[in-house]
């Protein structure tokens, strides 16, 4: 039990170190960032997306875990997050990085980051599909898992309604 | 408990049967008495074949009803690999847009005397996903001849199913009376309002 508390925090420390060295790597980059544990997300412009990553990609983070999207109606914006991580650093895979980009919620255009990183493609096929965000530069933009009549519906944004049956009505 | 025919000293062993017996009574149920309609309907109720098509989680229910516990070949029924070789598909569950174009092909491929069986409560009406965008009511595509509720249902229920299909199939004559490919004697057979396949040929 006290070794493994050992090293607990030995390796926040271990977090703390890569996270110094990820911002100091990504410098004037950075707009803004959130901390989580063994997390960061890292708020860039849009125009500088691509910047970044190829930074993150020569640091060692070799592939992305997920690709995220959260839709806010109310600000007009679709919040995108690559969550970047590594398999052959030791040291790096110990932490998740997430550059996250605002973009325009009625006109969802942005670059393409499938050429940097591989693992990005079929993900951003399937933000494709439920969202309707033109990735541009993307060698093979169709739908992934949807038939193509359902995925013009963008089914995961706000403006698609569920028709639900009302259970309890008072 | 004695068997008829043997005697006193030989009990307690193991027997398969009367043999003599048993050849001459299915003689009997077989020449003798019955038509050869009969006999078809008997046939194909005892060699049900269902597809190998698992569209959902209550596959793991069906592959179960066929391990040795619940032993579902005692019925007469086994599954097996091709649309081909088969008559029976049981839909397991959920039915995905794209997975209904692959029921509606492994459907049309079956030979003649061909029957469904809808398992789980998405197959009857949706389930948990009743308000999904993204599936299709199975009865909307295939003719359906037994509906087993549940979610997921038991393996017993699977068996049940089967034997109740068996039932309506030697009650009905359906096997014997289906002659034409495309003309059920009992129930007209469901022409697909929507075309399932059309993502797929483009």
Redesign the interface.
């Known amino acids: 039990m006290v070794e493994g508390l050992r090293f607990m925090k030995l390796s926040e420390e271990m977090v703390r170190v890569v996270i110094e060295k990820v911002k100091k790597e990504l410098g004037d980059l950075v707009k803004s960032v959130e901390e989580g544990k063994g997390y960061i997300s890292i708020k860039v412009p849009l125009n500088r997306l691509r910047e970044a990553a190829v930074k993150l990609k020569n640091m060692g983070f070799d592939h992305v875990k997920s690709l995220t999207v959260t839709d806010y109606k109310k600000k007009g914006v679709f919040e995108v997050m690559y969550m970047a991580s590594s398999y052959l650093d030791e040291e790096l895979s110990r932490i998740i990085v997430s550059l996250t980009v605002e973009i325009d919620r009625n006109n969802p255009r942005m670059p393409s980051l499938s050429d940097i990183w591989t693992s990005v493609e079929f993900q951003e096929r399937e933000v494709y599909e439920f969202f309707g965000i033109h990735f541009e530069g993307h060698p093979d933009l169709r739908p992934l898992l949807l038939v193509p009549d359902i995925a013009d519906l963008k089914p995961l944004t706000k403006d698609f309604i569920v028709k639900e049956e009302p259970i309890f009505k008072s | 408990m004695a068997i008829e025919g043997v005697k006193a000293k030989e009990q307690g062993k193991v027997y398969v049967g009367n043999l003599d017996e048993t050849a001459k009574r299915a003689k009997q149920l077989l020449i003798g008495r019955l038509k050869l309609g009969k006999a078809v309907d008997w046939a194909t109720s005892f060699s049900l074949w269902p597809v190998h098509l698992t569209t959902s989680c209550c596959g793991c229910e069906f592959a179960a009803a066929w391990s040795p516990r619940f032993d579902g070949e005692q019925f007469g029924a086994l599954p097996w690999v091709g649309p081909r070789q088969t008559n029976l598909i049981i839909i397991e569950g959920t039915v995905t847009?794209?997975m209904a174009c692959a029921v509606k092909v492994t459907w049309d491929q079956m030979p003649a005397p061909k029957f469904a069986i809808a398992m789980g409560a998405c197959a009857l009406d949706g389930g948990i996903f009743?308000?999904s965008?993204?599936i299709v009511r199975p009865w909307e595509i295939i003719p359906i001849d037994v509906y087993i509720p549940g979610c997921p249902p038991r393996p017993e229920s699977v068996a049940r199913a089967i034997v109740d299909l068996q039932r309506s199939i030697r009650s009905k004559g359906i096997a014997s009376k289906w002659v034409e490919e495309g003309v059920r004697p009992d129930k007209p057979l469901v022409a697909p309002k929507q075309d399932v396949c059309s993502?797929w040929r483009g």
């Open positions: 847009r794209k009743y308000n965008y993204n993502w």
